[in-house]
């Protein structure tokens, strides 16, 4: 059998096809698990895997969580897919968000040098609509996808993580990761970034510094927030609890970035300045650009009285009245190690890192 991993695919289809029309797979039995096809094959699971997706749209198999894969037909009942792409895939919210944007970017600019064929996929806000696209994508004969999911709340990652599991081809995360799920993702370094901002900060002389972020139910800005606190106390600083907030609540818009958390940034700030708040590091740079909204609003003078930084690096934060000192993130990088990572998996080989980092660097400015 050949090895690679397309060929590899089509001879376990035909073979277990062949079984199946032969009656040597009785219909009505069970097949054995994708682990004891991918040792009788010699190859992958995620090889058996795009066989066994096969055989089920043309309706010979059926596949059921926790009971097993069962024979219910001798000849395909439905049509194959009009297109097998052979492909990889990039799933994701929606390109209109400079982040993500710049991700893909990365991303197709590899794909395209190493000749590979790539579909794109936005999915706008549904996960679950997400989850299914990428469940589905094997139908067309695509190999593995790298997804871009929004997940802010934990039924949403339970029901995403359960879709890894289940899914029969390799899936690469980027700018999130599910602890516990065994994923692979490319994400950037979180804590490398609070840790810098906030040293940048301490460097200048200030002490009384805040932590203000949104989307705190990512792991990745948990990661930050922690770089940031243990900046603080490798300071020898204690954290005052109403310089730090943490908002879980904020649904994340893509669209129009600048448009959520006003409200809350100007409550926070309010509130901060009164016990003598003298910087802010902000976990985006969407945020920290509505801080300094927010200062200008209520009359605070930036940098003169108080300082703000954020983490991101977006065209805007350099173009603001107030150029915004910032944490400079690589999105581009992240699009290009997404598909390295996936590439690899591809060929079967076992990374050693399955949760890559990527840091980046701090962009001093007029705000801090």
Same mark, same amino acid.
């Given at each position: &059998?050949?090895?690679?991993?397309?060929?590899?695919?089509?001879?376990?289809?035909? $073979?277990?096809?062949?079984? @199946?029309? /032969?009656?040597?797979?009785?219909?009505?039995?069970?097949?054995?698990?994708?682990?004891?096809?991918?040792?009788?094959?010699?190859?992958?699971?995620?090889? !058996?895997?795009?066989?066994?997706?096969?055989?089920?749209?043309?309706? &010979?198999?059926?596949?059921?969580?926790?009971?097993?894969?069962?024979?219910?037909?001798?000849?395909?009942?439905?049509?194959?897919?009009?297109?097998?792409?052979?492909?990889?895939?990039?799933?994701?919210?929606? #390109?209109?968000?400079?982040?993500?944007?710049?991700?893909?970017?990365?991303?197709?600019?590899?794909?395209?040098?190493?000749?590979?064929?790539?579909?794109?996929?936005?999915?706008?806000?549904?996960?679950?609509?997400?989850?299914? @696209?990428?469940?589905?994508?094997?139908?067309?004969?695509?190999?593995?996808?790298?997804?871009?999911?929004?997940?802010?709340?934990?039924?949403?990652?339970?029901?995403?993580?359960?879709?890894?599991?289940?899914?029969?081809?390799?899936?690469?995360?980027?700018?999130?990761?599910?602890?516990?799920?065994?994923?692979?993702?490319?994400?950037?370094?979180?804590?490398?970034?609070?840790?810098?901002? /906030?040293?940048?900060?301490?460097?200048?002389?200030?002490?009384?510094?805040?932590?203000?972020?949104?989307?705190?139910?990512?792991?990745?800005?948990?990661?930050?927030?922690?770089?940031?606190?243990?900046?603080?106390?490798?300071?020898?600083?204690? $954290?005052?609890?109403?310089?730090?907030?943490? #908002?879980?609540?904020?649904?994340?818009?893509?669209?129009?970035?600048?448009?959520?958390? #006003?409200?809350?940034?100007?409550?926070?700030?309010?509130?901060?300045?009164?016990?003598?708040?003298?910087?802010?590091?902000?976990?985006?740079?969407? *945020?920290?650009? *509505?801080?300094?909204?927010?200062?200008?609003?209520?009359? $605070?003078?930036?940098?003169?009285?108080?300082?703000? !930084?954020?983490?991101?690096?977006?065209?805007?934060?350099?173009?603001?009245? $107030?150029?915004? /000192?910032?944490?400079?993130?690589?999105?581009?990088? @992240?699009?290009?190690?997404?598909?390295?990572? *996936?590439?690899?998996?591809?060929?079967?080989?076992?990374?050693?890192?399955?949760?890559?980092?990527?840091?980046?660097? @701090?962009?001093?400015?007029?705000?801090?």
């Amino acid at each position: &059998m050949k090895s690679d991993t397309s060929s590899s695919a089509d001879d376990v289809f035909q $073979i277990l096809e062949t079984r @199946i029309r /032969t009656g040597r797979v009785a219909v009505g039995s069970y097949m054995p698990t994708e682990k004891e096809l991918a040792s009788q094959f010699g190859c992958g699971r995620h090889v !058996v895997g795009q066989a066994l997706n096969r055989l089920a749209h043309d309706g &010979m198999i059926e596949r059921r969580k926790r009971v097993g894969t069962r024979v219910i037909s001798s000849t395909p009942t439905r049509e194959r897919a009009a297109v097998e792409l052979d492909a990889i895939g990039f799933v994701y919210p929606s #390109d209109l968000h400079e982040g993500v944007r710049r991700i893909l970017q990365g991303f197709q600019e590899v794909a395209h040098e190493a000749k590979q064929r790539v579909v794109m996929l936005s999915t706008g806000m549904d996960h679950k609509k997400e989850a299914e @696209i990428v469940g589905r994508l094997a139908e067309f004969d695509v190999k593995g996808v790298v997804a871009y999911p929004v997940l802010p709340k934990l039924e949403d990652r339970l029901y995403f993580g359960q879709m890894l599991h289940n899914c029969s081809f390799p899936v690469v995360l980027v700018d999130t990761n599910l602890p516990g799920f065994g994923e692979n993702s490319v994400i950037h370094d979180g804590f490398h970034a609070g840790w810098t901002m /906030t040293n940048h900060l301490l460097g200048r002389g200030l002490k009384r510094v805040g932590f203000l972020a949104n989307y705190a139910w990512t792991a990745v800005m948990r990661e930050t927030y922690l770089g940031y606190r243990q900046a603080m106390e490798a300071a020898d600083i204690t $954290i005052e609890p109403n310089f730090v907030l943490l #908002d879980d609540f904020i649904e994340p818009s893509y669209e129009e970035p600048l448009s959520v958390g #006003d409200d809350f940034v100007k409550k926070f700030l309010l509130k901060a300045m009164e016990q003598k708040l003298e910087a802010v590091v902000c976990g985006d740079d969407f *945020l920290a650009l *509505l801080c300094l909204k927010a200062a200008r609003e209520l009359g $605070i003078s930036v940098p003169d009285q108080f300082k703000v !930084v954020g983490i991101s690096d977006y065209a805007i934060s350099s173009q603001s009245d $107030i150029p915004l /000192t910032t944490y400079r993130t690589s999105f581009e990088e @992240i699009g290009r190690q997404s598909f390295h990572l *996936l590439n690899r998996l591809l060929k079967g080989e076992q990374p050693s890192e399955r949760n890559l980092q990527i840091r980046g660097s @701090i962009a001093v400015r007029k705000s801090g």
